[in-house]
């Protein structure tokens, strides 16, 4: 991508010094272009008439009309591909998690250590993977009565299987995933263990919406949590990584220091290969949208253990980064739309994986599209 053909970028914030930053940081890659700054929601929304911006980033609280309520009004008329750069108050955290549910990518933490171009390279890589969102709008996300006719008709082997646990991963677009495919679960489904990408601060918030709108309970997972039937537990965003591991006949979180991997903390990967070591084969596991390979090794690792695997496919994906690595590289069984998940993951719980070599798929998906 050349400057001429560059992401051009609106950055809006009611501090000049943010505004000022951002830009800064923003205009230093090579393919990002920032194409005006604005102050104010009524600012925004000319200048998003104006000059068209492939991706906004927006602050959420602003004097006079909140960054929530233009993200709502123009998503509802013309979407734009939207990065949330949020405060870490509870105000805050709360309009993010309201963002993010009405169609924004991604969010991203204001740095806390000051306002150099350093702090904000997570918010380069946001706007990326929100460019790579254009045009994908919101057609999946809601509860599909496609999945809730698979759980009712499908296989009922789950029911009767008490020790086989379902583990997800998901990153850029995973919060509207997400709010598809577990409240389409019903309350007594096997226990189930997710990592979202998302900023320390913000996942507590995330499962309590979470757990507002399913049918099983949600919590953020602390550690020393035991695996049980109706219980999601969503990996803390932030500083460590989850695991889980063998305790007697139970399976039990914890939360381990460590760097990140593939850029992320808490880790898909880390996450699945802790599982693929003290549950598998009794274990169903899916890669959901995101930018990146995050997961891809993790899936492999499982796949290779026997569990069952399986990808969002491209169409429903808002950003086909992690699903296409993590079948080029044989991990998943096939690509499954969003709103089958739920019945395809409840389906295989106690049915044997296919047998097909691990890494299979590798040379008839080089030409997959990525994100």
């Excluded at 700054?37 to 009524?42: F, K, L, N, P, V």
């Excluded at 890589?125 to 009565?145: D, H, I, P, W, Y």
């Excluded at 049918?215 to 109706?230: C, D, F, I, T, Y």
Aim: hydrophobic share 40%.
């Amino acid at each position: 991508m050349t400057r001429t053909e560059s992401i051009r970028v609106l950055v809006v914030d009611d501090s000049a010094m943010f505004r000022a930053a951002i830009t800064r940081a923003l205009n230093a890659e090579a393919d990002i272009t920032v194409v005006g700054g604005a102050a104010s929601a009524d600012e925004a929304r000319r200048m998003i008439a104006t000059y068209r911006p492939d991706v906004v980033t927006l602050d959420l609280e602003m004097p006079g009309e909140d960054g929530l309520s233009l993200l709502r009004d123009y998503m509802s008329k013309k979407p734009v591909p939207t990065v949330v750069v949020s405060g870490r108050t509870a105000g805050a955290v709360r309009l993010t998690i309201s963002a993010l549910e009405a169609g924004a990518a991604d969010v991203v933490a204001k740095p806390r250590g000051g306002l150099e171009c350093g702090g904000f390279t997570a918010v380069c890589e946001s706007v990326r993977a929100a460019f790579e969102m254009r045009g994908k709008g919101r057609r999946f996300l809601m509860r599909s009565e496609t999945a809730q006719n698979t759980i009712r008709s499908g296989p009922s082997l789950w029911r009767k299987t008490e020790d086989w646990p379902i583990v997800i991963g998901a990153s850029t677009g995973g919060v509207q995933a997400l709010g598809t495919l577990l409240p389409s679960l019903p309350a007594d489904a096997p226990p189930i263990v997710v990592v979202q990408h998302m900023p320390e601060g913000f996942t507590e918030a995330f499962a309590r919406r979470l757990d507002s709108l399913c049918q099983m309970s949600v919590v953020e997972a602390k550690g020393g949590e035991v695996l049980r039937r109706g219980l999601v537990l969503i990996a803390p965003g932030g500083k460590r990584h989850l695991v889980v591991r063998g305790r007697g006949s139970s399976l039990v979180t914890d939360l381990i220091e460590g760097d990140p991997v593939c850029y992320s903390r808490p880790s898909v990967d880390v996450l699945f290969q802790s599982l693929a070591a003290c549950a598998a084969p009794r274990l169903s596991a899916a890669v959901l949208t995101g930018m990146g390979q995050d997961g891809a090794n993790g899936l492999a690792a499982i796949a290779k253990a026997g569990g069952r695997t399986f990808a969002q496919d491209q169409e429903t994906s808002g950003v086909f980064g992690m699903p296409a690595r993590a079948h080029e590289v044989g991990a998943s069984e096939r690509f499954v739309p969003l709103p089958d998940m739920a019945g395809v993951l409840l389906a295989s719980i106690g049915q044997v994986r296919p047998s097909r070599p691990v890494g299979s798929n590798m040379r008839k998906n080089t030409t997959l599209t990525r994100g």
